[in-house]
């Protein structure tokens, strides 16, 4: 076995940086072996190896993450079929956008169509509840009056 001397690099586990050590002989298990004998007829040169270990640390890289914007799909199709479908097939359409540009990477336009999608959602279930508020009230209206009619008043 050959007596040279190899440094010794610790890796700190908390910090993940390499810190030399004290420099010294490795233990004998850790030194290299000299490569003797035959193996299926082959003769193995017999020579020591000496080899050069480089640790590289990670890189760290400052990423970005962006958040998707909501897109309001669901809403859109629920007011699309219980309030005014016009305004809700408009709604479907901005959600729809703002899916597509977030999908290829165009955060700014996403949010923008994001925005346009939730006021359209808005506008439909304000105008939904007026006119289901305005449907009642006429109902109730025209049933006293039928009512009226039918008892002779």
């Known amino acids: 076995m050959s007596s040279q ?10 910090q993940r940086t390499p810190t030399r050590g004290v420099s010294g002989k490795l233990p004998p298990y850790r030194e290299p072996m000299p490569h003797t004998g035959t193996h299926y007829g082959q003769a193995y040169p017999q020579h020591t190896t000496s080899s050069t270990v480089v640790v590289q640390q990670p890189q760290t890289t400052n990423m970005v993450m962006r958040t ?9 199709v629920i007011g699309c079929l219980f309030c005014l479908w016009p305004v809700g097939l408009c709604a479907i359409a901005a959600s729809q956008d703002s899916r597509s540009k977030a ?9 923008a169509s994001s925005r346009w999608a939730l006021q359209l959602n808005a506008l439909n279930a304000f105008l939904g509840a ?6 009642i009230v006429l109902y109730t209206m025209a049933g006293k009056q039928v009512s009226a009619e039918l008892n002779g008043h």
């Open 5 to 14: 001397n190899y440094e010794r690099v610790y890796v700190d586990e908390l």
């Open 68 to 76: 998707r914007p909501n897109d309001y799909m669901v809403w859109s």
């Open 103 to 111: 999908d290829n990477g165009n955060i700014e336009g996403a949010k």
């Open 130 to 135: 007026v006119l289901i508020t305005v449907l």
